[in-house]
């Protein structure tokens, strides 16, 4: 190593330290119950993510529709709802949620209320898999990328999870009715 080389890395050494030590500060500063830490890991997952989907449709030579459909929109919204509850909160998926959450409470129809365990990314992880809102954004990428990389299985997939969706619609609204109509003849 020559000392040229040698100051070249502790400059970066140095640059380096400073950076760590002011992101720990700020996390700090921040909220110890928080781990921003984890938060610009999982955001850096999720441009890692759309990074990998972008290169896969270069590499498969797909190219991005000149616009997209009405229907994909509002098809493409309820699949995202539907889906995103299902991983963040229905009761068949805690299975996949467990190493990163513990049971709290029931929650709706055919769902539990879960918090988030553990500490690092595990909470992270725990964090944003019982989040319908956070899901819905990986979902919302995974569905706009299907459109792209193979739009037919992707329509199929969303069709299915939106016929769920208002499926689910049909049953709370009549169980809705049934209670209103039941109260109202006591």
Known sequence: ?????????????????????????????????????????????????????AVTARATGRHLPGRI???????GAAATFRFSKLVSRNSVTSPLRAPFTQYAAPGGPAETLEEPRGTGARR????????????????????????VLCPRA??????GLTVLAGADLLQLSSTILTRVATQEND
């Open 124 to 147: 992270v992880i725990g964090e944003l898999i019982t989040c319908p809102f956070c899901v819905s954004v990986w979902t919302a990428a995974t569905y706009t990328a299907g459109l």
């Open 154 to 159: 992707t329509r199929l997939a969303a069709s």
């Open 69 to 75: 459909q009405p229907m994909d929109l509002v098809v």
């Open 1 to 53: 190593m020559t000392a040229e080389t040698g100051t070249a890395e502790q400059a970066d050494d140095t640059w380096v330290s400073r950076l760590a030590g002011a992101a720990q500060r700020q996390s700090e500063q921040y909220g110890p119950e928080r781990s921003l830490r984890g938060y610009l890991g999982a955001l850096g997952a999720f441009a890692a993510y759309g990074v990998a989907l």
